[in-house]
């Protein structure tokens, strides 16, 4: 059966054909009312879970200060391994480059953190 052929049958559940008599009719809409209320309770069910408001069945998605704590780790650990590597280099291009991606994830830590990174110096590295 064919993805056409589904679709044809799934209307033709719902749709009744149009010489159809009162009982026929009633049966179709009641059809038609027990999808869209299913399809409505459904949704419901989906934005309570996801609000985390039943935690027995399911705690939501994670919060806003979580995935600034896990965004503050990775940039951490981005800015302390560039700094290391951009302490290795001499100097040239590389270094810049270095320093320059070191400056956007400092900038990105100050917006997530609220407060500086303290870049350590090289010579403590």
């Keep these: ?18 010489t159809a008599d009162h009982q026929t009719q009633y ?3 009641l059809r038609v009312t027990t999808v869209a209320c299913a399809a409505f309770l459904g ?3 989906s934005w309570v879970l996801a609000a985390g408001l039943v935690p ?12 600034d704590k896990v965004w503050k780790y990775q940039l951490d650990e981005s ?5 290391r590597q951009e302490c290795q280099e001499p100097s040239g291009d590389l270094k810049a480059t270095y320093t320059a991606m ?7 830590y100050d917006r997530v953190a609220g407060k500086p990174y303290p870049l350590p110096a090289c010579s403590d590295l």
């Excluded at 059966?1 to 149009?18: C, D, G, H, K, Y």
């Excluded at 800015?79 to 700094?83: A, G």
């Excluded at 070191?102 to 990105?108: A, G």
């Design 1 to 18: 059966m064919n993805i056409i052929e589904m679709l044809n049958s799934a209307f033709e559940m719902l749709v009744p054909p149009p």
């Design 27 to 29: 049966i179709y809409q």
């Design 43 to 45: 949704l419901i069910a």
């Design 56 to 67: 027995s069945v399911f705690g939501g998605f994670a919060k806003a200060s979580t995935l």
């Design 79 to 83: 800015i302390f391994t560039l700094r």
């Design 102 to 108: 070191i400056n956007r994830r400092m900038n990105l």
